[in-house]
């Protein structure tokens, strides 16, 4: 029950808005995040969005990461 | 897109020779508090391919094995007075003192599993005549949706038998237990909401190191190498491996809304003793939506009844959510104990340990 999935949202009314799951999709409350918009990726637990994905901070983790690995010894 | 990423063979190879650079001769102790993080890691058989001196061992993180069999014998009790319980899926089938949930559903209680409190809330519009009662259960990452229906005036006939517990406060438990933990690998959705700050404190105090960890097998792996490189520093401090989905401050307002409906409360653990403030409780303003103060629930089961781990015939749980024994230690397992038949919680819920063990193989453990 823990597991809280990442889902791609595609439309938003109010405080719902309907996810797409890879090609399921679902409804989710979006209440608990302030700037959702269409495209964006976010993490679903129980029905509710609690994180946004940044695609921005996913490819300067990669970067990060390589900079970590080639100064470690 | 960016799971894909997070998964590549040749990074991979890359984060272990590294690891296996760093990682010196000395036996290092690293404990993860997520059901999640113990599925990447068994699944993809990554303790294999760590050096043999680091051992990454699961410690309290699946909320469905910890709620104490009293607390599930409350929501018993409260079918048996004409309720409707609802609840998560895990729950139904996690032993109680001497039934459970599933049980009680197949000798007619009207049990029904819900997604999300929401569900819940929606039942009790349309069962006026009902009392419905969620048994909220689960860390800081389903706490906030608790707390979230609580505070939009649900209906009368609506309340929450609250078993909502923190992860910090176990860690502490486990710190100044001894248990020669050298890091941890922080829980990365339980850390959208709270952020990295509830972890410092643990840093400081007890000189451990922490990386929250996002749930992709090179996530944690890349996360046991920033571990590996603070020990080898002899650095404490709390890194974020995650931050594409964590930030520092986490999700306020979640937190905000566990803040305004719920208190922290000192309860027991399955497996666990009581572990001071670990666990939150409705506040006086809500009462009304609290069904332990609206109703008087009296399971008829004596204290002494339950027993020291599981409060059942489990007899390892406790050692395991501790991280001091692993499912192999145990001879029920795979014999009386399967996930179709669990004996105790850790076989019930799919992040359990002793489930994972029996799907995945008990080798990879
Ligand atoms: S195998 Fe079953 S009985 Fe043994 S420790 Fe795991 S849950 Fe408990």
Sequence with gaps: MCLAVPAKVTTINGDEAVLDYGGVIRKANISMLSDVKVGDYVLVHVGYAISKMDEDEALETLKLWDEMLAAAQ | MMQNTFNDKYTAARIIRKIKSISGKRKIKLMHVCGTHEQTITKNGLRALLPENIEVVP????????????????????????????????????????????????????IRIVYSPFEAVEIAKRNPDKNIVFLGIGFETTAPMTAEVVKNAPPGNFSVLCSHRLVPPAMELLLKGGYDIDGFI??????????????????????????????????????????????????????????RAVKPEGNLH????????????????????????????????????????????????????????????????????????????????GKACTPENPVGACMVSSEGTCNIAYRYGINQI
């Design chain 2, 59 to 110: 410690g309290p993180g699946c909320p469905v094995c910890i709620t104490p069999a009293r607390e599930i014998d409350k929501a018993i009790y409260l079918s048996h007075s004409g309720a409707i319980i609802t609840t998560y899926g895990d729950m139904l089938r996690v032993p109680g003192g001497n039934s459970s949930l599933a049980r009680e559903k197949a000798q007619g209680g009207d």
């Design chain 2, 186 to 243: 922080d829980p990365g959705h339980v850390s959208t909401i709270i952020g990295t700050a509830p972890y410092v404190p643990l840093s400081e105090k007890y000189h451990i190191s922490q990386v929250i960890s996002g749930f992709e097998p090179l996530d944690v792996l890349m996360s046991i190498f920033m571990l590996l490189g603070q020990i080898k520093n002899n650095m404490a401090i709390v890194e974020n491996e995650y931050i």
């Design chain 2, 254 to 333: 979640a937190q905000k809304l566990m803040r305004d409906v719920f208190e922290p409360c000192s309860k027991e653990w399955r497996g666990l003793p009581v572990i001071p403030d670990a666990s939150l409780k409705i506040k006086p303003e809500f009462s009304d939506y609290d069904a332990e103060i609206r109703f008087d629930i009296n399971p008829r089961i004596n204290s002494e009844d339950y027993g020291a781990a599981c409060g059942i015939d489990c007899p390892l749980c406790g050692n395991i959510l501790k991280g001091l024994s692993n499912p192999a230690d145990c001879e029920l397992f």
